[in-house]
C-alpha cells in the first residue's frame, strides 16, 4: 500500500515552454500533497503544500505564478512549471499523506526536468 | 530556527561491519521524526517514524532510536543492496524539514 506515481518520469523541454507534472496517490486518499525540488547532492527543499479543493501554500521564496499547484482531487496533484528556464531544471518529488498531521509522507519516484 | 543535522556525509563499509547513523535535531515541537532511504534517481522511500523519547523500531538489519536531541539509525551486518542515502527528517508543523542525508556505501 501507500504508492505515489508521477508523471513523467523526465522531461526535456526548451527554454520559455511550459511543463506539467502529475502525481498520483493510487491506493489512498491523500488529504494532503506535497512538493518538493532537489538539486544534486542536496537535500529535498519544500516548495509547496497543497491540500484538496484549497489553494496551495507556498514556501518562503517560491514564485507562486511560477510553479502553478492544482490538486483537483484526492489522489491527484499537478505542478506546472510555467516559462521554464535553464535554471528550473531540477529532480522535481511529489508526496502524499493520508489522515492526521502526524502521519508519514510517502512519495513519489520523482521527475527529472532538464530545460534547454 | 528548525534545523536537521545529519553526520557522517559518507560512510563506506565492508559488508557485515555494522555502524551506526547520527540525525540530530533542533525544532520547537517535535511531532515526528521520519527516516527514509533514497536511491540516486528516485524518491525516498519510508522506512520508520518515531515520535518520543526512547521509542526504538526495527526493520530487517536496520534499527532506529530517539532521544530528546537526536536520533540513530543503527546498521547491522550490512550488505551491498543496504547503499543508498538515507535521510532524517521531523515534522515541525504541517512540514517536513530534512537533512543533508548519509551516502552509505557497502562493498563485498
Known amino acids: 500500500g501507500a504508492v505515489v506515481s508521477q508523471h513523467p518520469s523526465w522531461v526535456i523541454c526548451k527554454s520559455g515552454t511550459s511543463v506539467k507534472i502529475e502525481c498520483r496517490s493510487l491506493?489512498?486518499?491523500?488529504?494532503?500533497m506535497f512538493w518538493y525540488r532537489q538539486f544534486p547532492k542536496q537535500s529535498l527543499m519544500l516548495m509547496a503544500t497543497?491540500?484538496?479543493?484549497?489553494?496551495?501554500?507556498?514556501e518562503q521564496g517560491v514564485e507562486k505564478d511560477k510553479f502553478l499547484i492544482n490538486h483537483a482531487s484526492l489522489t491527484l496533484s499537478t505542478l506546472t512549471v510555467t516559462s521554464a528556464h535553464p535554471e528550473d531544471s531540477s529532480f522535481y518529488i511529489c508526496?502524499?499523506?493520508?489522515?492526521?498531521?502526524?502521519?508519514?509522507?510517502?512519495f513519489g519516484p520523482g521527475t527529472r526536468l532538464t530545460v534547454l | 530556527e528548525d534545523q536537521v543535522t545529519q553526520s557522517p556525509e559518507a560512510l563506506r563499509l565492508q559488508e557485515g561491519e555494522s555502524s551506526s547513523l547520527n540525525c540530530s535535531y533542533t525544532v520547537s515541537g517535535l511531532r515526528g521524526l521520519f527516516w527514509y532511504r533514497q536511491d540516486p534517481g528516485k524518491g525516498p522511500e519510508f522506512l520508520f517514524t518515531?515520535?518520543?523519547a526512547g521509542e526504538e523500531k526495527e526493520k530487517e538489519r536496520l534499527k532506529a532510536t530517539l532521544t530528546k536531541k537526536e536520533s540513530f539509525l543503527h546498521i547491522t551486518a550490512p550488505k551491498p543492496e543496504d547503499s543508498a542515502t538515507y535521510l532524517c527528517?521531523?515534522?515541525?508543523?504541517?512540514?517536513?524539514?530534512f537533512g543533508k542525508g548519509t551516502t552509505l556505501s557497502v562493498s563485498s
Open positions: 527528517a521531523v515534522q515541525a508543523g504541517a512540514a517536513l524539514i
Open positions: 491506493d489512498f486518499q491523500a488529504t494532503t
Open positions: 497543497s491540500n484538496e479543493g484549497s489553494k496551495a501554500t507556498y
Open positions: 518515531l515520535y518520543s
Open positions: 508526496s502524499a499523506r493520508t489522515g492526521s498531521a502526524y502521519n508519514e509522507q510517502f
